[in-house]
């Protein structure tokens, strides 16, 4: 299968100026000051080898920019994500036996092909219907996790996994065991980082302090302290990132969360794209933005890392320093590569607590307070979709906490979503039809035995309830002997709605009243044509679309008159005195236009 031309989003790279190249590479190489601490860091929230960070954030960093619509999104592995897939890592290695990474590369691989697939069946408006609370709230969530997570690396005590309450209990119990050099070198950590970022914020504070914690440490450990490392946990080896193949035949277990991890990708890489977007004025392709974004997890899959998602600080920073094109963030996989075939045993001397203390800065940056604080003055709905999403990341498994927001944010739509629109319409006070809204308490010239709705909207199965709790409701009205529905402005009518429609035609009919439909399109006529369902409405009570000012709307309303009767309202009806102005308009002649003399006129 050959990808249509949209999915490959260098091709905007054939009018590339060399130029620019400087640039871009000076970008890149300012991204991966952060990358290199922050790959390793976000590895061990994964519970994977470190160098897996590494990997992650080589070859799919370089696919990713190639494919995916955004020019400055660098693609790699992130602090929630890795947290949720750290939960899904758990899981698998207790249940199944699995080895972390082969669980972290058949994870991505399964992700891959999700957003791939979502990519080109065009469903780039799923991640629209995933509510800004929601995602604040289990960023929010993730982000105290990954804190409480860090805490043992902190103290350099025990700790364990598991919720809030049994992650936080476990490492009380291990306080006594704290390691003061971990402490010193996890606090050092924290206020370099943060004492640099408030000098100038594009100060490497990351590598900086990385730097000198490897010296530091490498120092402490020649005097034979207890520091742990890095390599003491898995040993970063110099190389090109492996060759890889996912473990398919764990794939039923992994299901769920591949699922999960598939949706927060999306959804924090298209915001992400879409945030950078706003401030260059690039326009986006969504589909291409998933489909690069899966083609970025199956490249990750064969070459050793764990599923990957656009990175904020990252793609920031990358835009800040002036990238100009996707090659920057290209870049930043291929200085990666570098980075691990000259310095991975390099890296793997970083003291384990430094990363730690690194976490707890990133942790706080994801929970955003103004933010939160402009979620929390919303409605109500929304400071509930906000509050049970952070409990639920508390004390489920985070793909189930993932599943929980989803599941919010769709009783939220359903609540809203008003697809289908009924409003009355009656004789206003030039003598023209207008809509009323009851609920405004609107009134008008209104006929009690011709009723007229105009529907608005989708007309599909999704909205036959309505439609026909609507029509119940008009039809216990006993006053009214003809209901008209104007669908001129419906779309989408399909056999579930026409069904509604047909019973209560029935239903109209065994009393004695009459169902009219007004304004039907020519593909609704055939859908009725093909059910069969005009000879149960009466093709004598179907009026199609005419040209003309409401013209069908008069056939309708002559048809109305002959069932119901002039009178039938009580009143002298204001349908008929509308139908009989409108004649009378018709009948007068035209008034011929004055012919301009030549002849000046004297004044």
Not at 165 to 189: E, I, K, S, Y
Not at 373 to 392: E, I, N, P, W, Y
């Amino acid at each position: 299968m050959v990808m249509p031309l949209r999915y490959l989003s260098f091709l905007d790279l054939r009018s590339y100026r060399p130029i620019l190249l400087r640039r871009d590479f000076l970008a890149s190489l300012t991204v991966t000051f952060l990358d290199i601490p922050q790959g390793v860091a976000y590895a061990l929230i994964a519970g994977l080898p470190p160098v897996m960070g590494l990997y992650a954030a080589a070859v799919p960093a370089i696919v990713g920019a190639l494919f995916r619509s955004s020019r400055h999104v660098v693609t790699g592995p992130t602090n929630a994500l890795s947290l949720l897939v750290g939960s899904a890592v758990a899981a698998a290695t207790a249940r199944e036996g699995a080895t972390p990474m082969e669980v972290g590369i058949t994870l991505a691989f399964m992700v891959g092909a999700l957003q791939f697939l979502a990519g080109l069946l065009r469903l780039d408006a799923i991640a629209d219907y995933i509510s800004y609370p929601v995602v604040r709230g289990y960023i929010t969530g993730a982000a105290i996790l990954i804190a409480v997570g860090q805490l043992p690396n902190v103290t350099g005590s025990g700790g364990s996994s598991g919720n809030l309450a049994h992650m936080v209990m476990a490492w009380g119990g291990g306080l006594p065991h704290t390691n003061p050099l971990a402490v010193l070198f996890a606090l050092g950590t924290l206020v370099i980082v943060v004492g640099l970022r408030r000098v100038d914020r594009r100060i490497p504070g990351s590598i900086i302090v990385m730097v000198i914690s490897i010296g530091i440490g490498s120092v402490f450990r020649a005097y034979g302290h207890q520091l742990q490392l890095v390599a003491d946990l898995a040993p970063i080896p110099a190389g090109l990132p492996p060759l890889t193949i996912p473990a398919l035949g764990r794939w039923t277990a992994l299901v769920p969360a591949a699922a999960a991890c598939a949706v927060l990708s999306l959804v924090e890489s298209s915001s992400v794209a879409r945030a950078l977007a706003s401030r260059t004025g690039q326009r986006l392709d969504m589909a291409a933005e998933f489909a690069g974004q899966g083609l970025a997890n199956i490249a990750a899959a064969f070459s050793g890392g764990y599923p990957v998602s656009g990175s904020l600080a990252r793609s920031t920073l990358n835009q800040q320093a002036g990238a100009v094109s996707r090659l920057s963030a290209a870049s930043c996989g291929l200085l990666m590569i570098i980075v691990l075939l000259f310095l991975g045993p390099v890296v793997g001397k970083t003291p384990v607590a430094s990363l730690a203390g690194l976490l707890l800065v990133l942790a706080s940056d994801l929970i955003e307070r103004d933010r939160i604080a402009m979620t929390m003055r919303g409605t109500r709905s929304d400071q509930a979709a906000f509050l049970a999403t952070v409990l639920g990341t508390w004390i489920f498994p985070l793909d189930q906490a993932i599943y929980l927001g989803v599941g919010i944010s769709i009783v939220l739509f359903l609540r809203r979503a008003r697809l289908l629109t009924m409003h009355e319409m009656i004789i206003g006070e030039k003598g023209r039809f207008r809509e009323i809204d009851p609920e405004a308490g609107e009134a008008g010239r209104a006929c009690l035995a011709i009723r007229i709705m105009n529907l608005t909207g989708p007309l599909f199965f999704a909205v036959a309830g309505e439609l026909e709790a609507a029509l119940d409701s008009l039809a216990r009205n006993p006053a009214a002997r003809v209901l008209i529905l104007r669908l001129r402005q419906a779309q989408d009518i399909d056999i579930t709605t026409v069904s509604v429609l047909e019973a209560m035609a029935q239903k109209l009919a065994s009393q004695g009243r009459t169902l009219i439909l007004l304004g039907l399109r020519r593909s609704t006529l055939a859908l009725l044509e093909r059910t069969e369902a005009s000879k149960h409405l009466g093709q004598e009570n179907i009026f199609p679309v005419q040209a003309g000012w409401f013209t069908a709307m008069e056939a309708a309303l002559r048809r109305a008159l002959t069932l119901a009767g002039e009178h039938a309202c009580g009143q002298q009806c204001p349908l008929a005195e509308y139908l009989a102005t409108q004649e009378a308009l018709r009948s007068v002649p035209e008034t011929p236009a004055p012919v301009l003399s030549n002849v000046k006129q004297n004044h």
